[in-house]
T-cell receptor
């Protein structure tokens, strides 16, 4: 069965500092991996995804993530945090090989940015 | 711009009322999903549908039902609302992508339901 673990329910960084949000997955099949962002009182928005090919994936708002099969990780990074990055971030994995595949979400990491 | 539209952003209902949460997508997606989101519990799948008139239970279906009479519309029904159903409800859709979901979900903006 597929699962996702996000390390740290809350991460706080200074404006301009590196953002690193950690995600580890478990999957019995090659995974499809996603990062979503949720701003207050809004739905989730896709930041980036890995399906096949290049393991370093670039997304919107300057975020990127690297798929590391050997470490079963898909950590999200941004070189320089901006106040507008404050939000909740969810890592997710596509659950299995089915045409109606559900996506399994991690429990989320709240990112705070200090001025 | 593709969209998933949830009919209400905020809703207040009384205990025992029958509540309908509506979700419409304009992307011709086969799959639609209902989640609830609570602090500390993440997103929990209530029901999903992979075709018109088809539905599958998710992880927490108790107290809920769904209806999908048309491809673009997926309704979540609280038969008799209770205070423990106070939550943020999120609708999502995705196309049928073959083996595995390579598309991800498109989410609506959510409905924050308060049951008093």
């Amino acid at each position: 069965a597929q699962s996702v673990t996000q390390l740290g329910s809350h991460v706080s960084v200074s404006e301009g500092a590196l953002v690193l949000l950690r995600c580890n997955y478990s999957s019995s099949v090659p995974p499809y991996l996603f990062w979503y962002v949720q701003y207050p009182n809004q739905g989730l928005q896709l930041l980036l995804k890995y399906t096949t090919g290049a393991t370093l994936v670039k997304g919107i708002n300057g975020f990127e993530a690297e798929f590391k099969k050997s470490e079963t990780s898909f950590h999200l990074t941004k070189p320089s945090a901006h106040m507008s990055d404050a939000a909740e971030y969810f890592c997710a994995v596509s659950a299995g090989y089915s045409s109606a595949s559900k996506i399994i979400f991690g429990s989320g990491t709240r990112l705070s940015i200090r001025p | 711009d593709v969209k998933v539209t949830q009919s209400s952003r905020y809703l207040v209902k009384r205990t025992g009322e029958k509540v309908f949460l509506e979700c419409v997508q304009d992307m011709d997606h086969e799959n639609m999903f209902w989640y609830r989101q609570d602090p500390g519990l993440g997103l929990r799948l209530i029901y999903f549908s992979y075709d018109v008139k088809m539905k599958e239970k998710g992880d927490i279906p108790e107290g809920y039902s769904v209806s999908r009479e048309k491809k673009e519309r997926f309704s979540l029904i609280l038969e008799s609302a209770s205070t423990n159903q106070t939550s943020m409800y999120l609708c999502a859709s995705s196309p049928r992508t073959g083996m595995g979901n390579t598309y991800g979900y498109t989410f609506g903006s959510g409905t924050r339901l308060t049951v008093v």
